[in-house]
């Protein structure tokens, strides 16, 4: 069977220079690998092999050192995400490529369910049905309803991270990064979650996700990508 | 004597120039035309804006007619024509209205409508309305060039918000021909409409200032308001919910004066005097 | 995605100005001063595009020229070259050559300022109804009861409390000045809103709460914004792009993110680090 990729990173490597040291600090090198539709590949390696900075690479938070990244869009266009325009990513961001990190920056104000569903928002669904859809995500993902309506600046780790994950899977993006999203969930919890991702991947999303344990690349990803620990060049 | 001074005391080159002022003036109805006040033998605030204007368009056939507050013999309106009877030998005056083709007035507009073969002149002390909320005359006059009157709107809103209603007495101001602003020179609001669509030219005049400014016959004058809070002028209703009459004329279609009489209460009579006075006659035969 | 603004070239000197003047100041030099003619090379070839509902953020220190960028964009200045398009649905006007009629236009109408002393965004001596009633009435909304009920609509939307409608916003809070200059500023609903450190010198409880509204005012409105900040913080919640400058040149753009956590330049580099 034939398979269109959606991602290809060929290549890839990040290094970071730095200024002030005068010293260059390598991250990532020489990645290569694809993404298909509706299958999770699962970044694995020890710490400082550079992981988040592949995904943080193709959501252009990173800019790489070299290497290409060439999404296909869904309009069918191959563009190198390395090179795009910042105006082209930031539509991508908001229609086709979603990124749930570890971190919930939010507005101190903003309710709950509004951070949940603002990827609706910003694609133009009405606040009563991005709310709606917020609210089911929400409840799949054992938040108790009486914080919704809250701004989730107070909640639990784990609460912020759940919250963090529905607003990522909300808006079904065709590429999902994933950076560590069980990391601080129980055992319960982190079914669900798995539950959830394994229905977005029958949906068509594919994605890249990161995990803290081996066991649950077992249970989840279709494939891994294994990093080393970058060379200590100088 | 006469050799001493040329006729309305003026010279000749003034008076070109303050007409050509005065032909810029009613082609552009509203904006200040710029001029070069001249010394006047009496202090300027006297109503030398207007007497220059007058000595530059009175001529051996013309009647005047000087009023201040209404009144032909108020002592500057006496003074004033007492001034033009001696510079200007031959030309006539009048306190009657109709017999009038040039009226100096300071005040007031007269109660019955100017006709198309008469001028009105205006004394003017502060010709520029926006001078309350733009202290730089560079700026005035680039919002007069724009037609920027949204801060003198502010001022009516201000008004509004505290009063109720608009609260300005005097020198109201209004749009001519529908762009430039003007203050029509402390006139009361009951005056503001006789210049809109007037058969006579109403000229204006400021001498400390130095400029002249001009409503054109059949011209617009719009006193500035908003849609739905109009303007209003003074109605005169009494505490019984009628209007008020003058006290000598009777007449119920005039802008009167209060005084408080011997007795200490308040009475009514025209400010118009000429008005009142012809009233009087027609009542009496 | 439709484009609102298109900046090329622009630059700003004040001073006399010599042949000199861009080729020896800047980063690289570490002065904004020229040395020949000693000119003050406030801004140089900045050169960028906005879109609609986008906000831009432009970052450094004082003296790197970001405020100087948005007072020529607002017409607070004239610059000294460059260019900048404003799109108007299917109208193009380029702003540096306007006349003084039509850029009043374009100001009162299609733009809206809001600058970090509420002293130059209001007028102290009239009501903050009255601020916002006079760029209504510049707008030729002429209607005394339509003008009360936007106004306390505006007010209500950008929480200050009605009831203090009617006092002079010398006498309010900071923040709540702040609060009045974006009623003021919205009351046209313009489609591009500038913000210069709209948030310095106010508390941080006070600094978030504004933040806030500005957002869900720009998810509401879908308006586009220049935000002119030194803090961080501010354009990693409202930016989605951002322009590092210093003496007067751009050092850095890019997606406001990657600018934060994979800043490239020395400078940026050094900015971030030294963050709160």
Known sequence: MIRNQILSVENLSKSFFLHEQKKIIPSSSQINFKAYPGKLIAL???????????LKCIYRTYQQTSGRIIYKTAAGDSVDLALASDHRVLELRRNEIGFVTQFLHTLPRQKTLDVVAMPLYQQGVSRQQGREQASKLLAELNIPKQLWE??????????????NLARGLIASPRLLLLDEPTASLDAQTTDRVLRLIQRKKDQGTAMLAIFHHADLVKRIADDVVELTLPEKTH | MSSAINFAFLDEYAKREIRRSVLKAICIPGYQVPYSSREMPMGRGFGTGGLQLTLALIGEDDCLKVIDQGSDDSVNAVNLRKFVEMTCPGINTTTRLQEATLIQSRHRIPERPLLAHQILVLQVPYPDALVIVEPSEEKRKTMHGEADYSRLLVKLYEDIVKFKEITISHRYPTRING????????IPRYDVPKLNQSESLTLLGAGREKKIYAVPPYCSAEPLAFNDVPFRIEDFTGANGERRTCMICSTSNSFLDEFIDEQGSRVYQCSDSDYCAQQQECVHG | MD???EVSGLS??????????????GPEFETNICKHCSSIVALHDLTFDLYKGE???IMGESGSGKSTAVKCLYFDQ???GGSAIFFNNKEQKHLFTLNPAQRRSLRNQHFGMVYQNPNLGLNFDISAGGNIAERLLMNRVLNYSEIRSRAHELLTRTEVLTERMDELPKNFSGGMQQRVQIAKALSTRPSLLFLDEVTTGLDLSVQAKILDLILEIQAELDTAMIVVTHDLGVTRLLAGRTLVMKYGRVVESGLTDQILEDPQHAYTQQLVASAL
């Open chain 3, 55 to 57: 906000i831009l953020g």
């Open chain 1, 150 to 163: 809250v701004p989730p600046a107070t909640f639990s780790g784990g609460e912020k991270q759940r919250v």
């Open chain 3, 12 to 25: 700003q000197i004040y001073g006399p100005g010599c042949d000199q003047c861009f080729t020896c100041t």
């Open chain 3, 78 to 80: 004239m610059p000294f």
């Open chain 3, 3 to 5: 484009k609102i603004l």
């Open chain 2, 179 to 186: 762009h430039y602003i003007i203050d029509p020179s402390p």
């Open chain 1, 44 to 54: 694995i390696g020890p710490t400082g092999a550079g992981k988040s900075s592949v």
